[in-house]
């Protein structure tokens, strides 16, 4: 199954723009509040070492690492629950908030004020957990026995009762493995990881500043969560470019990528996801594990009968081949390894797997 990230946000503060950018859509926007329907759509996520490999093999096929994206319709005063049963269905957020100045498109709230602007969504992403959490409470006290499993987990859910109501989100309750173990059914909003981006105008960008700026990084400083400031009009305006003049545009403007991409790899890292890549002629391709898998578990991305008949892993790194520019002398180097099936793959593997079935 694959993982998702869903965009959230406040209406007007450029979700689709974003999802538009990381996903090669064309979804409407919007410059009036009052979107329903949610966008969903695979986003490509940019990998430079793909490029390489494909000038070394120049293959029929390139296929990057993908995730899916999900734009999440804008939280309106009432519209709660169907904001809240969309974020239930994600494994990341990234949690668009505006900065950028624009007479033309109101803010819902009246005014700019980022800092309150992501207080107000995870307002509703907290209490949506209390109530949860009071909701099991309440269905485990009216039980007739409560012991074994059932204890653990009231004492747990109490623990995060306590952690809520001081306004702190799940993964900031110091719980023990063994006591998400017990509430791993609950299904919770604020234990989902997130990262923020904050979308600013061009004048900002240039001015590499915008109002509130100190209050957003120590808000997210104090509770862990990446920051990613970006233009979405000016990446919307790059992706328009052909090849060769978004090269001379970003060079122009002193960026050395489009923002959108920084962004596609800091959302696979957040759900600690890491590519290995195979390549050759037919195809050169990043494939999307978890960290921490192991080479037979990796063979199964490929194909079960990889993991099933799985002998050895051909393990090369891929600094290794873009150092030395040629796989054979990257082997006579002796920088190829064979790895049995328990060895944890790296980000960036180069892996050939030997296989019998």
Known sequence: MALTCGIIGLPLVGKTTLFNLLTQAEAETSAFAGRTKTNIRTAPIPDPRLDFLASLYHPRKVT???????????????????????????????????????????????????????????????????????????????????????????????????????EKPLLEAGLTAEEWQVLRHMGFLTTKPMIIVVNIDEEQLRAGHYEGQEEVEAYAAARGIPVLTLCAALEAEIARLEPADREVFLQEMGITEPGIDRLARAIYRRLGLISFLT?????????????????RAAAGKIHSDIERGFIRAEVVNFNDLERLGDMN????????RLEGKDYIVQDGDIINFRFNV
Not at 282 to 295: C, F, H, L, M
Request: hydrophobic letters at 45%.
């Open 64 to 166: 990057p690492a993908t995730l899916e994206i999900i734009d999440v319709p804008g939280l309106t005063r009432g519209a709660g629950a169907a904001f809240l049963a969309a974020v239930r269905e994600v494994d990341a957020l990234l949690h668009v908030v505006r900065a950028f100045q624009r007479e033309d498109v109101l803010h819902v709230e009246g005014s700019l004020n980022p800092v309150r602007d992501l207080e107000m969504i995870n307002a509703e992403l907290l209490l949506a957990d209390l109530q949860l959490v009071e909701t099991r409470l309440e269905r485990i006290a009216a039980s007739k026995k409560i012991k074994g499993d059932l204890l653990a987990e009231q004492s747990a859910l109490r623990r995060c009762q306590e952690a809520l109501e001081a």
């Open 329 to 336: 002398k990257v082997k006579e180097k002796g920088l190829a």
């Open 279 to 295: 390549a050759g002629e037919d195809e050169v391709r990043a494939w999307t594990i978890k960290e921490g898998t192991n080479a």
